[in-house]
């Protein structure tokens, strides 16, 4: 009984899974008066593009107090109290002022085509319109010489000011040439060094340019890394996932917007307040984990009613993401909904690692939370032992606190 209460406490209480939700009132009343002042500042620049957000909103028929509403969320999304939600509202309407320069390197542009989404577009989506995009390899119109004027001119404009957005990992094998860009035959290393110096931060999006993604799965014919294994000296972002959720990626530029730095950060440089929890510990099948309801195979009992996945291969315990919060595709759904498991798709390795219809126990790998390797049905048993025990330990002190305000009633 012991070890199945260490192996639960070890799997359900490590560091990396928690973080501090709540730092304090002098912390956040600080952090008030600065974004106060950063936003002023901000309003006394020029915009560097003329769209007005509530324009553009407005006419996808979102009105100001759905508008609100959707600040309110973002505030809570970005771990902030309730009183910045004015602020983080006129974040939003001076995201024309921060410049943004989008790359596009190994990768198969789906994190473009996540935050490009049109379908009823939430506001999310129609922050894109108002973002002050300079360059994007993509969606841009000009090409060769002309496009690489395009991108001197915004590296030169906006020295130390823009945001490097990069979508993509970068191949180093033979001297980087199995990946170049522009009419000068440039690598993409080469590429990403020299728009990465004048950068005030870089952010990476999606997977491959976190952690390498698919392009490095082994044998990694490319030799594909991740821009943190490229650029030195910058604050950078990981923003994982295949694809990134456009919400985190929103979520990363208003919060330099709003303080003028990049926000706290796990020891895989991913947002804390995306990636500080597990997708297991906010998963709407949770409850059938807990008491042991898992599907067995596809079509069974347990899969039509949407039991626990875990014995099919869902990587939902040892996966960092929000995405069981807020989902994709305009919030509709996520692939655990649907009835596939999480494959760990923002975790480093992710393909070689976790991407199989497997769980971990059969995998003889281990995980990097430790433990739920073990028999799940092993594991169960355990954290049934250990709830009952917190339930007990709940009732005693419920109990003792019972007598105590009975006590303290009859003395009054």
Avoid at 11 to 35: C, H, M, P, W
Avoid at 58 to 68: I, L, P, T, W
Avoid at 287 to 308: L, S, T
């Amino acid at each position: 009984m012991i070890d199945s209460q260490e192996m639960v406490k070890k799997v359900f209480t490590q560091n990396s899974a928690r973080i501090d939700t709540n730092k304090g009132d002098a912390y956040y009343n600080s952090l008030f008066e600065k974004a106060k002042s950063r936003l002023s500042a901000l309003r006394k620049q020029p915009a560097l593009k003329d769209i007005d957000l509530m324009e553009v909103v407005e006419s996808e028929g979102v009105n100001r107090r759905d508008f609100m509403k959707w600040a309110s969320a973002t505030t809570a999304t970005l771990m902030l109290p309730p009183m910045f939600t004015p602020l983080v509202a006129e974040a939003t309407e001076l995201m024309n002022r921060v410049p943004v320069v989008w790359i596009e390197l190994q990768d198969c542009a789906g994190n473009s085509e996540a935050i490009l989404r049109s379908a009823t577009p939430t506001v999310d989506d129609l922050l894109f319109d108002v973002l002050s995009l300079e360059y994007h390899h993509t969606l841009q119109a000009a090409s060769g010489h002309q496009a690489e004027h395009q991108l001197e001119d915004a590296i030169h404009t906006f020295k130390g000011k823009y945001l490097l957005f990069v979508e993509g990992a970068i191949p180093k094998a033979m001297n980087g040439q199995y990946g170049t860009i522009g009419p000068g035959g440039e690598t993409f290393e080469e590429n990403l060094n020299r728009l990465s110096k004048d950068a005030a931060a870089v952010v990476a999006v999606g997977t491959c340019a976190t952690f390498g993604g698919i392009p490095a799965a082994a044998p990694n014919p490319t030799g594909a890394v991740g821009v943190m294994d490229i650029v030195k000296g910058k604050p950078i972002v990981n923003i994982p996932a295949c694809p990134a959720n456009p919400a985190n990626m929103v979520g990363v530029v208003l919060h330099y917007v709003l303080t003028g730095q990049v926000p706290e950060l796990d020891s895989l440089l991913r947002p804390k307040f995306a990636f500080g929890y597990r997708i297991h510990d906010n998963c709407e099948r949770r409850a059938h984990f807990d008491a042991g309801e898992y599907v067995e195979e596809w079509g069974d009992e347990g899969a039509k009613n949407n039991w626990c996945l875990y014995k099919m291969g869902c990587k939902g315990p040892m996966t960092f993401n929000n995405c069981s919060i807020i989902r994709y595709n305009e919030g509709a759904n996520w692939p655990i909904g649907v009835g596939r498991g999480c494959i760990g798709c923002s975790e480093p390795d992710f393909w070689d690692k976790y991407a199989y219809e497997r769980p971990m126990a059969d995998a003889n790998i281990k995980a990097p939370t430790g433990g739920v390797e073990k028999t799940v049905d092993e594991f169960g048993l355990g954290l049934l032992t250990a709830t009952s025990i917190g339930i007990g330990v709940h009732a005693v002190a419920s109990a003792v606190a019972g007598k105590r305000t009975v006590h303290s009633e009859d003395e009054e």
